[in-house]
């Protein structure tokens, strides 16, 4: 179930990173690779063009592993995992959709992805 193209904002835990995209929700992943399984996101793809960090950069903290290209940013004071710049589509976030404000996942189609196989 698609849904229509619309803005909505997001935040970490404290409310020290907020953000916004727009999205239509055409599917939402889950995915297999070692952080992903430990952080038990749900996530939408976003364009960048479609992605606005609105306040806490300075609170952002980067992660990156294995080949050091996705970028995993997590707040550096309550620790929660906002978004990722993907690895196999950089012009591209992935978006935590748990940290978009009343915002309802039901009835979204779901893919898993598999990290794991990525060499």
Same mark, same amino acid.
Do not use: W
């Given at each position: 179930?698609?849904?229509?193209? #619309? =803005?909505?904002?997001?935040?970490?835990?404290?409310? #020290?990173?907020?953000?916004?995209? +727009?999205?239509?929700?055409?599917?939402?992943? +889950?995915? =297999?690779?070692?952080?992903?399984?430990?952080?038990? #996101?749900?996530?939408?793809?976003?364009?960048?063009?479609? /992605?606005?960090?609105?306040?806490?950069?300075?609170?952002? $903290?980067?992660?990156?592993?294995? +080949? &050091?290209? #996705?970028?995993? !940013?997590?707040?550096?004071?309550?620790?929660?995992?906002? !978004?990722?710049?993907? $690895?196999?589509?950089?012009?591209?976030? &992935?978006?935590?959709? /748990?940290?978009?404000?009343?915002?309802?996942?039901? &009835?979204?189609?779901?893919?898993?992805?598999? &990290? +794991?196989?990525?060499?």
């Amino acid at each position: 179930m698609t849904r229509e193209r #619309a =803005d909505y904002q997001g935040s970490c835990h404290c409310g #020290a990173v907020k953000f916004a995209i +727009t999205s239509d929700f055409p599917e939402l992943t +889950t995915c =297999d690779c070692s952080i992903c399984r430990k952080k038990n #996101a749900l996530m939408v793809r976003v364009h960048e063009d479609d /992605f606005r960090l609105l306040s806490g950069e300075e609170s952002l $903290r980067e992660y990156r592993f294995h +080949t &050091g290209t #996705a970028r995993h !940013f997590f707040c550096g004071t309550c620790g929660i995992y906002t !978004f990722h710049r993907k $690895r196999m589509m950089p012009d591209s976030y &992935g978006v935590n959709v /748990f940290c978009l404000d009343d915002f309802d996942p039901a &009835g979204i189609p779901l893919r898993e992805t598999h &990290g +794991t196989q990525l060499p």
